[in-house]
């Protein structure tokens, strides 16, 4: 089953309102209402147990609160979106909910383990279509139009959708000194004009970049991009219309918080904190490793006193801390486990911190 439709404005203000969170867990990005905390799909074994828990976990996200949920195609060989479109299809199949109000992720760009670079070669490596084996940068990641057009089309049939609400172009500073910048920014502008495309067949609605260390390093770094660079290429893509450059992925938490507090991007003559300089470009920033990958953990305890005695478990504080961030749209955080689970979405119903505690907590 390909499901159609995508998530909009009035399906997630339907969701929205049904829910039973906080009033501002939910905040209006652009033309949907996403929730403050999302889930990711990362971790975990390619092997059946895995995929049953993640989508589990998934069904049981969706069911209390959470309506962002974020995949790649190289997740745990393929597997990762094939459990969110198993979780979709228990959803969306038994009309528990709506296709419009869900809002799906995904990302491409490196090279799945499932397929190879055997695979790649004699895909893509005879030169066809100005795509070879130059265009596989260190072994694993590509964005020549060919590829990602192929990518695309098995995220779709992975997730079991018609089309994807936000499709990414998957840490792209992969390819940051290993080509050089002419080299890198031009074919930057030939996966957007893809994407473009993309968008007028109904394939996709927004598309972004999810990057690791790209708008969080200083500009000077060799593995830094500008957002501003890559709006205005976004831009020239799109011709005459609006481009659909609209989100990124950036990692954010207590023991990664450079996305709000370094100044790394900039804007005209002033230099900000990439989540800032978003908000400046109309981007919508999402949160990856919003608990550090476990290392804000420590952080998190020391900071008690501060988040608020109510959250009981140091991960809940590390999350309360990123999905709090002014300016964020969505926390990313990979869950699968049962008693995760529930620890996360209990945070759905408490309040975010307020914008002057959120900056307080890394004051002397």
Not at 26 to 35: A, D, I, Q
Not at 61 to 70: A, E, K, M, R, T
Not at 125 to 138: N, Q, R, S, Y
Not at 263 to 289: H, V, Y
Request: aromatic share 8%; hydrophobic share 35%.
């Amino acid at each position: 089953m390909s499901y159609p439709g995508f998530a909009t404005l009035a399906g997630t203000a339907r969701y929205r309102d049904r829910s039973l969170c906080a009033k501002d867990h939910f905040r209006k990005t652009g033309e949907v209402w996403l929730s403050s905390i999302g889930i990711g799909t990362y971790m975990g074994k390619p092997d059946d147990p895995t995929d049953e828990a993640v989508a589990r976990a998934i069904a049981q996200s969706v069911q209390n609160g959470v309506n962002v949920l974020d995949t790649a195609i190289n997740y745990r060989r393929e597997r990762g979106e094939k459990s969110v479109g198993q979780a979709l299809e228990r959803l969306i199949g038994s009309g528990e909910i709506h296709r419009d109000e869900i809002f799906v992720c995904t990302k491409g760009g490196f090279l799945p383990q499932s397929l190879g670079t055997q695979w790649y070669a004699k895909q893509f490596g005879k030169g066809g279509k100005g795509i070879g084996m130059d265009h596989l940068v260190a072994g694993c990641h590509c964005m020549h139009p060919e590829y990602l057009s192929d990518q695309l089309e098995r995220s779709l049939k992975n997730l079991g959708l018609k089309t994807i609400d936000l499709y990414y172009i998957h840490n792209p500073e992969t390819q940051l000194g290993k080509v050089g910048d002419h080299t890198f920014y031009e074919r930057l502008a030939l996966a957007f004009e893809f994407l473009e495309s993309a968008v007028e067949e109904g394939k996709i609605k927004n598309y972004g970049l999810a990057t690791w260390k790209a708008f969080r390093l200083p500009e000077k770094n060799r593995q830094s991009i500008s957002l501003a660079q890559v709006k205005n290429l976004a831009r020239q893509s799109a011709g005459r219309g609006n481009d659909h450059f609209r989100f990124i992925q950036i990692p954010l938490s207590l023991a990664m918080p450079e996305a709000v507090f370094m100044p790394t991007q900039r804007i005209g003559d002033k230099l900000l904190p990439a989540i800032g300089a978003a908000g400046k470009l109309n981007i919508f920033p999402i949160a990856s490793g919003s608990i550090g990958q476990g290392e804000a953990l420590s952080l998190a305890e020391k900071l008690k006193p501060r988040p608020g005695s109510v959250l009981t478990h140091p991960a809940q504080r590390a999350l309360q801390f990123t999905r709090s961030a002014p300016g964020l749209a969505t926390a990313l955080i990979g869950m699968k486990q049962p008693n995760h689970v529930q620890q996360n979405l209990e945070l759905c119903k408490k309040p975010l911190l307020e914008p002057e505690r959120f900056q307080a907590l890394f004051r002397k």
